[in-house]
């Protein structure tokens, strides 16, 4: 068959594991006499030109066996190939870490930083709740849908501390609002900070909760309210200014 783009067949397929059928991405699938290769998308499938048949097909992917296909033909449809999985030994590992250029302290490890944007953007079980927005904290889940009551790296809420401007308080988490909560519209940020906690901390708690209310101008009192089947509540602040 000669040579050139017009003569080339574009042979497709994709690549899965033989045990669980799932799709390998960045399998290298190569025709050995047509001389292309090309690498697997993270569907696990693959385009390849081949210019010559017969031709043949090796598939390899790290910790596999690899697989090859004989063409002697064009292909009809789509090629599957399932790669078993092969032990990989390696010897002479080194693990390096880069030079530090100074200690990393312990209290920015663990920690995020919760906009009143992002509050107000997680659907809430029955109301907008600062407790409730903690859902899209990697390290915080809830026992259930409608509860409020964060836990902290998998810790019951009693072992954390829930914190307003600094000032410990307790029992702000509820079960659907129906008992305390905090308003997002009256906060205008939280964060949390996880185990384990700077020399400042001096605490051996799981987290820590804090939040940082609303301000205004001290030159006049700014709040709000709302009201629900469930509950009410309210926030007031501002004039303050002690100039």
Not at 26 to 36: E, I, L, N, P, Y
Not at 53 to 58: A, C, E, K, L, Y
Not at 156 to 162: D, N, T, V
Request: charged letters at 15%.
């Amino acid at each position: 068959m000669p040579n050139g783009t017009d003569a080339q067949t574009l042979v497709h397929g994709y690549v899965v594991d033989s045990e669980a059928n799932n799709p390998i991405e960045g399998a290298r699938v190569s025709a050995r006499r047509s001389k292309q290769s090309t690498t697997t998308d993270r569907l696990g499938r693959f385009t390849l030109w081949v210019s010559q048949f017969p031709d043949t097909m090796v598939v390899a992917y790290v910790g596999t066996h690899p697989e090859t296909l004989v063409l002697m033909v064009p292909p009809a449809g789509a090629l599957r190939a399932a790669l078993r999985p092969a032990p990989t030994f390696l010897s002479d590992v080194i693990v390096e870490t880069p030079a530090r250029t100074a200690d990393q302290a312990l209290g920015s490890m663990g920690r995020w930083q919760l906009p009143v944007e992002a509050m107000r953007a997680v659907p809430a079980a029955v109301e907008t709740d600062v407790y409730r927005s903690l859902t899209v904290i990697p390290a915080v889940t809830f026992t259930t849908p409608l509860s409020a009551r964060p836990v902290v790296r998998g810790y019951s809420a009693g072992e954390s501390s829930f914190r307003i401007d600094g000032f410990e308080v307790v029992n702000l988490y509820h079960l659907g609002r129906i008992f305390s909560a905090f308003p997002a519209e009256a906060t205008d940020q939280v964060t949390v900070t996880t185990a384990p906690h700077g020399p400042a901390m001096g605490t051996t708690l799981s987290g820590i909760v804090d939040v940082t209310g609303r301000s205004g101008p001290g030159d006049a009192t700014h709040g709000g309210a709302t009201i629900s089947l469930a509950s009410a509540s309210g926030w007031v602040g501002g004039g303050t200014d002690l100039r």
